[in-house]
């Protein structure tokens, strides 16, 4: 079974430049999560999505990044424009439903320079 | 008190030894709790879920406390390869809210 796909791994970008993040949930999975992690924290939810609605967006900075899941199942995350606190890694997790186990993709590390 | 505490670590443990570390969560609505392992430069990945009873899954107790409100991680005989940031999951069914713990870092000791 394929795992959460997400892409680019990596990016550096300057601040004040916009950047897009992506990803494939496994398939069948209803939720899916963004997640910020800050080197040496935890992951921070950003977005949950229950098929292509918002469940929980309270930590999302809402003047500068943006989630979409238009059709339920792959989902972008931007950031724009993006500062240099915005440097992290961006895991993607997504799951059966908003109880159940959530399986990660492989995240996209940010630089911002 | 912040919603899903733990204690950061270091745990610098010795090869074969027993370590055992806990999670403390604020709301007593909480319904799920998972522990997850992160190595370093890798995404989080499912330890085990924690179950009211308890449960084992080989070498690894997890234990739900909800009179303290806390759960509990416990590793026996362990490997250098247990070597690993432990996160400790708490979801409020009720909202469907997700909070990550920021983690434990586990070192083990040849």
């Known amino acids: 079974e394929a795992g959460v796909a997400q892409s680019p791994r990596y990016k550096i970008i300057e601040k004040r430049q916009s950047v897009a993040f992506w990803c494939n949930p496994i398939?069948?999975?209803?939720?899916l999560y963004w997640y910020q992690q800050i080197l040496g924290q935890g992951p921070k939810l950003l977005i949950q999505?229950?098929?292509?609605?918002?469940?929980?967006d309270s930590q999302l900075p809402k003047d500068r990044f943006s989630a979409e899941r238009l059709k339920g199942v792959d989902s972008t995350l931007k950031i724009q424009p993006a500062k240099l606190e915005d440097s992290a890694v961006y895991l993607c997790?997504?799951?059966?439903?908003?109880?159940?186990?959530?399986?990660f993709g492989p995240g996209t590390r940010l630089t911002v320079t | 008190r912040k919603e899903v505490e733990q204690d950061p670590g270091p745990f610098n443990v010795p090869e074969g030894a027993t370590v055992a570390f806990n999670c403390t969560y604020s709301?007593?609505?909480?319904?799920?709790f998972f522990w997850y392992r992160q190595d370093c430069r890798k995404e989080p990945k499912l330890l085990m879920s924690?179950?009211?009873s308890g449960n084992e899954d080989g070498r690894f107790t997890a234990q739900l406390n909800r009179a303290s409100q806390y759960i509990s991680l416990l590793i026996r005989d362990s490997k250098l390869s247990d070597s690993a940031t432990y996160l400790c999951?708490?979801?409020?069914?009720?909202?469907?809210?997700?909070?990550f713990g920021k983690g434990t870092r586990l070192h083990i000791l040849p």
């Open positions: 997790a997504s799951s059966l439903d908003p109880s159940g186990t959530q399986y």
């Open positions: 709301n007593s609505a909480s319904q799920s």
């Open positions: 398939s069948g999975h209803a939720t």
């Open positions: 924690v179950y009211s």
């Open positions: 999505f229950q098929n292509n609605g918002v469940v929980d």
């Open positions: 999951v708490v979801n409020l069914n009720r909202d469907d809210k997700i909070i």
